[in-house]
DNA sequence: GTTTTAAATGAAACATTGTTTCAATAAAAA
DNA sequence: TTTTTATTGAAACAATGTTTCATTTAAAAC
């Protein structure tokens, strides 16, 4: 699907800066960090404005953001592209390799039913797995 | 167990800040906030020294560090004081409350093993659930 | 109990990540 | 083409975390 039409379905503006993050993120294999974003997106970057797009993209469901320790964030477009929030229901395990510090969407992967004690309710859940990716275990 | 016989345990220096922090994960019901801690800590807070030692008492297998979202992290002692690092066997959920901000460590609530796809090889797991807590869901 | 030694502390300065306000600009509707 | 409203980018700020280095302190040696 093109940026612009990504747009389209969720009803937001079509700007230069919009269009060049999701290119950014069509163009990767893997979630990206700001900082890898931003070489992919050149002199469409500013940082201020990266960061209002990142939270209207997420808000209206066109990426999403994983946490993969409290100094990462990274980026990645959701596998539906034209769901909604909250309409996000195939939620998939994350994984983050302690070699080449890349990070997996493991879509086949889903995400288990926590049984939690009396009273919690669940909204959401994350999960991030650490280990060694497909790439660098065999050494 | 007594703050100064965790640091004998472990082997690490008995010195003022590493007991006040201690003390302070000790005496609070809920993993704390870095800000959290400072109050508690009072006098013997110091920002440098907290992210010195908080990162050796982690090491150590003293706390463990609870990333509630990427703004956000907390910690906890470790259940079994005196384990070493990679001792903590006994993996649980994290759990953060929407509506009061606490964060839960689910003892009882094991971490479930997930089977990934060929080649990617786990080390650590951390599940973190977003909801409401068994003190605020009942309104 | 005193001296020695190695680790821990705290000040200063810096780095990164993220936010707020506000005037200028651009997208989409009229 | 004009109008309206959201988006942008500059400036300034705020929070979180790190590095270097001289000083201090804990614990070991004497």
Same mark, same amino acid.
């Given at each position: +699907? =093109?940026p612009?039409d990504i747009?389209?379905?969720?009803?937001?503006?079509?700007?230069?800066? *919009?269009?060049?993050?999701i290119?950014?993120?069509?163009?990767?294999t893997?979630?990206?960090?700001?900082?890898? +974003? @931003?070489? *992919? /997106?050149?002199d469409? !970057?500013?940082? &201020?404005?990266?960061?209002?797009? %990142?939270?209207?993209l997420?808000?209206?469901? %066109?990426i999403? *953001?994983? #946490? %993969?320790?409290?100094h990462?964030?990274k !980026?990645?477009?959701?596998?539906c592209?034209?769901?909604k @929030?909250?309409?996000? &229901?195939?939620?998939? #395990?994350?994984?983050?390799?302690?070699?080449?510090?890349?990070t997996?969407?493991?879509?086949?992967?889903? &995400?288990q039913?926590?049984?939690?004690?009396?009273?919690?309710?669940?909204?959401?859940?994350?999960? /991030?797995i650490?280990?060694?990716c =497909?790439?660098?275990?065999?050494?």
């Amino acid at each position: +699907m =093109k940026p612009t039409d990504i747009l389209q379905v969720h009803e937001l503006k079509k700007t230069n800066s *919009r269009l060049a993050l999701i290119k950014a993120l069509q163009e990767s294999t893997f979630p990206q960090s700001e900082n890898e +974003m @931003k070489s *992919r /997106m050149s002199d469409q !970057y500013d940082r &201020i404005t990266f960061y209002r797009n %990142v939270q209207a993209l997420e808000d209206a469901g %066109v990426i999403h *953001r994983i #946490v %993969v320790d409290s100094h990462t964030v990274k !980026y990645a477009l959701n596998c539906c592209e034209t769901e909604k @929030k909250h309409q996000h &229901i195939h939620k998939h #395990v994350h994984f983050n390799c302690k070699s080449c510090g890349k990070t997996f969407c493991l879509e086949n992967t889903d &995400i288990q039913q926590y049984r939690l004690p009396a009273g919690f309710q669940t909204e959401e859940c994350e999960v /991030m797995i650490k280990g060694y990716c =497909k790439f660098c275990s065999q050494k």
